[in-house]
């Protein structure tokens, strides 16, 4: 073999000269990768020790983070992103109330009743806070529909703000009082201690609720603290006292109806219904609770372990920060541990929503009807004692219909959870309605008038909402107060994102 070859060369020796460029090629090409291969090492080994920037303190500007941490910054900035829908989800915002007006009857005399929208990325917080009619349009300390508090979960600014002026004082302030101080949205500085980079808790209201359960929050595991990150927003809480203190109601457990009883056990309400003039609890979004009920979180995984998946650029391994749908990259989630096919996987999450779907919608039918049925006995003559237990039928039955649902994932984080509270609710809901029914039949009615709840706009004008003045005014607020807000925190130094 090597004979034929040297008489080959020897005849054409274009051939000998060949083989040496291939080899010299090859040689080459082993050096670029070897050289790579340190590179990726040193690149690992010096991620966390030869960091850029020294960052200290509570540092609320991400863009700085992202000088020592790109990927983890690259892919958080993706949050931004709305060009995905699910079946029932995604991070497009879409406005709910306009898909299902009878949620206006439900909260009427709340300031939900004017505006909901579906949640989007982390990025859009601020601007979503202060773009909705929830917020109102206060100016110069006046008209403020909302305490400091309701900032809390939107911002590495509010960490940094309680640190500086107190916890109670920054949750007791107007809203508008700190429109110029909360300004990046939620941020590495709300999950990372700087130095370390490890997960660490921020919110003061986590750590209160495990404390007062006689836990303590620094014990928690890592891939515990992969959930509890998101458990600082991620819950059912409430603004008590005069203070507006924000409360987890867990101190009786944290199931639905462990909460109500804590509620009921300080006759707490967050409004009484304009119509039925029910007691009502708000139910914000138990998503960490209701999760901690299901199959997933009972086989040991976390929120981080389908929301922020492992990802691999050039041998390093880092967290997708584009926390989102799992549904947009199947394969990087649920496929990690699972092999049905995408289409299969897919299609359990569309069944389990589908089904607590068909029920909710019953129930916000029918929920709808009792408050209205209420409202009629009022009207005809009905007193307090033959109201009173309808009204706390009414109450119950919106607190767990508002539970099920305000927790976005619920139908799928705890499938067999969400269907029980809904039974539980839509049960109530008729009690109610048969216990009406007797107080208008003693007061002569046999037959309540439903109005046409048909659009968003039918059923805010039915409940007495102006909405084009309430829009006009927040128009022009968003023209006039808003941009100074924003100009003042950034001649401050407070916001130097580009975003
Ligand atoms: C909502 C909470 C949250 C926010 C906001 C957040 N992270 Fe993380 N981060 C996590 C979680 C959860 C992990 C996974 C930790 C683990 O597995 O122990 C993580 C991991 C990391 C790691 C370790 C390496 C890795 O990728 O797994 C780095 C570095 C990091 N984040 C940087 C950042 C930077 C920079 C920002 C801001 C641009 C940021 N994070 C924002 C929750 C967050
Ligand atoms: C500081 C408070 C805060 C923390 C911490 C937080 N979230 Fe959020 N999250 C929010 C808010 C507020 C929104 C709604 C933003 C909007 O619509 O403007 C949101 C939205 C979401 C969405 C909807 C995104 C979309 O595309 O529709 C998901 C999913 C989500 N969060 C999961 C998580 C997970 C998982 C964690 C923990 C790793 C976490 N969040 C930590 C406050 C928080
Ligand atoms: C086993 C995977 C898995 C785990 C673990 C998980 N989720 Fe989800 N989550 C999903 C799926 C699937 C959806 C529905 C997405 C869709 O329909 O597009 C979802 C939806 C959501 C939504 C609603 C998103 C939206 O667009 O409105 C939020 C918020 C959320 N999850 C937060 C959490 C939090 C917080 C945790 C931990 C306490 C958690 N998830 C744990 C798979 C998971
Ligand atoms: C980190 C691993 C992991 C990831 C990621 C994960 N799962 Fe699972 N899943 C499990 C485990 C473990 C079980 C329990 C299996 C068992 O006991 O047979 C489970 C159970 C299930 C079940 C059966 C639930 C029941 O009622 O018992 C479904 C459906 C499911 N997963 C769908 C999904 C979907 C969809 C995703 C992506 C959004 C996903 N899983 C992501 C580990 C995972």
């Given at each position: 073999?090597?004979?034929?070859l040297t008489?080959?060369?020897?005849?054409?020796?274009?051939?000998?000269w060949?083989?040496?460029?291939?080899v010299?090629?090859?040689v080459?090409?082993?050096?670029?990768?070897?050289?790579?291969?340190?590179?990726r090492?040193?690149?690992?080994?010096?991620?966390?020790?030869?960091?850029k920037?020294?960052i200290?303190?509570i540092?609320?500007?991400s863009?700085?983070?992202g000088?020592?941490?790109?990927?983890?910054?690259?892919?958080?900035?993706k949050?931004q992103?709305m060009d995905?829908?699910?079946?029932?989800l995604?991070?497009v915002?879409?406005?709910?109330?306009?898909?299902?007006p009878?949620?206006v009857?439900l909260?009427?005399g709340?300031?939900f009743?004017?505006?909901?929208?579906?949640?989007?990325?982390?990025?859009?917080?601020?601007?979503?806070?202060t773009?909705?009619?929830?917020?109102?349009?206060?100016?110069?300390g006046?008209g403020?529909?909302?305490?400091?508090?309701?900032?809390t979960?939107?911002?590495?600014?509010?960490?940094?703000?309680m640190h500086?002026?107190?916890?109670a004082e920054?949750?007791?302030?107007?809203?508008?009082?700190?429109?110029?101080?909360?300004?990046?949205?939620?941020g590495?500085?709300?999950?990372?201690?700087?130095?370390?980079?490890?997960?660490t808790i921020?919110r003061p209201?986590?750590i209160?609720a495990?404390?007062?359960?006689?836990k303590d929050?620094t014990q928690?595991?890592?891939?515990?603290?992969?959930?509890?990150?998101?458990?600082?927003?991620h819950?059912?809480?409430?603004?008590q006292?005069?203070g507006?203190?924000?409360?987890l109601?867990w101190?009786?457990?944290?199931?639905?109806?462990?909460?109500?009883?804590?509620?009921?056990?300080?006759?707490f309400t967050d409004y009484?219904h304009?119509?039925s003039?029910?007691?009502?609890?708000?139910?914000q979004?138990?998503?960490?609770e209701?999760?901690?009920?299901?199959?997933?979180?009972?086989r040991?995984?976390?929120?981080a372990?389908?929301h922020m998946?492992?990802?691999?650029?050039?041998?390093?391994?880092?967290?997708?920060?584009?926390?989102m749908?799992?549904?947009?990259n199947i394969?990087?989630?649920c496929?990690?541990?699972?092999?049905d096919s995408?289409?299969?996987?897919?299609?359990y999450v569309?069944q389990?929503?589908?089904?607590?779907l068909?029920?909710?919608?019953?129930i916000?039918?029918e929920?709808?009807?009792?408050?209205?049925?209420?409202?009629t006995a009022?009207?005809?003559?009905?007193?307090?004692?033959e109201m009173k237990?309808?009204?706390?039928l009414?109450?119950?039955?919106?607190?767990?219909?508002?539970?099920?649902?305000?927790?976005?994932?619920?139908?799928?984080?705890?499938?067999?959870?969400?269907q029980?509270?809904?039974?539980?609710?839509?049960d109530?809901t008729?009690?109610?309605?048969?216990?009406l029914?007797?107080?208008?039949?003693?007061?002569?009615?046999t037959?309540v008038?439903?109005?046409?709840?048909?659009?968003?706009e039918?059923a805010?004008?039915?409940?007495?909402?102006?909405?084009k003045?309430?829009?006009?005014?927040k128009?022009?607020?968003?023209?006039?107060?808003?941009?100074?807000?924003?100009?003042?925190?950034?001649?401050?130094g407070?916001?130097?994102?580009?975003?």
């Open positions: 073999m090597l004979k034929k008489e080959a060369i020897k005849k054409k020796p274009i051939i000998g060949g083989i040496f460029a291939v010299m090629v090859g080459f090409l082993l050096g670029l990768l070897a050289a790579s291969i340190t590179e090492r040193a690149e690992i080994a010096t991620l966390y020790n030869n960091k920037i020294d200290s303190g540092n609320p500007h863009e700085e983070w000088e020592n941490y790109p990927r983890e910054y690259n892919t958080w900035k949050t992103e995905f829908k699910s079946k029932h995604g991070n915002p879409e406005d709910v109330l306009e898909h299902r009878e949620m009857v909260w009427a709340y300031a009743a004017m505006d909901y929208s579906a949640p989007r990325g982390h990025m859009h917080a601020i601007e979503d806070v773009g909705t009619l929830r917020t109102g349009s206060p100016e110069n006046e403020d529909m909302q305490p400091g508090t309701c900032w979960c939107k911002s590495p600014d509010v960490p940094r703000m500086e002026v107190g916890i920054f949750y007791k302030a107007k809203w508008s009082q700190w429109g110029s101080e909360i300004v990046n949205p939620i590495c500085a709300d999950c990372h201690d700087p130095k370390t980079m490890n997960l921020t209201g986590l209160e495990f404390e007062r359960q006689g929050i928690a595991t890592p891939q515990e603290m992969r959930s509890l990150v998101c458990a600082q927003c819950v059912e809480y409430s603004f006292g005069d507006k203190y924000l409360t109601p101190d009786k457990g944290m199931t639905v109806e462990a909460m109500e009883s804590f509620y009921d056990s300080i006759q009484t304009k119509l003039k029910a007691p009502i609890l708000k139910a979004h138990p998503d960490y209701l999760f901690l009920l299901g199959p997933h979180a009972q040991g995984l976390s929120c372990d389908c998946p492992y990802m691999a650029e050039g041998g390093i391994k880092y967290s997708n920060h584009q926390i749908s799992p549904l947009k394969s990087g989630t496929q990690t541990c699972h092999r995408e289409e299969n996987l897919r299609n569309y389990y929503q589908d089904k607590a068909e029920i909710r919608d019953r916000e039918k929920l709808s009807r009792a408050h209205i049925m209420a409202k009022w009207d005809n003559g009905a007193t307090d004692p237990e309808s009204l706390q009414i109450r119950q039955a919106q607190w767990r219909w508002d539970f099920a649902v305000a927790s976005h994932g619920a139908s799928f984080h705890a499938p067999v959870e969400t029980r509270i809904l039974a539980h609710s839509l109530r008729m009690q109610a309605q048969l216990e029914q007797k107080v208008l039949f003693k007061h002569g009615i037959d008038q439903m109005p046409d709840l048909s659009t968003k039918k805010q004008a039915y409940i007495g909402l102006d909405m003045t309430i829009k006009e005014k128009d022009n607020w968003k023209k006039t107060v808003l941009p100074k807000w924003i100009d003042k925190a950034k001649k401050e407070k916001l130097t994102a580009n975003i």
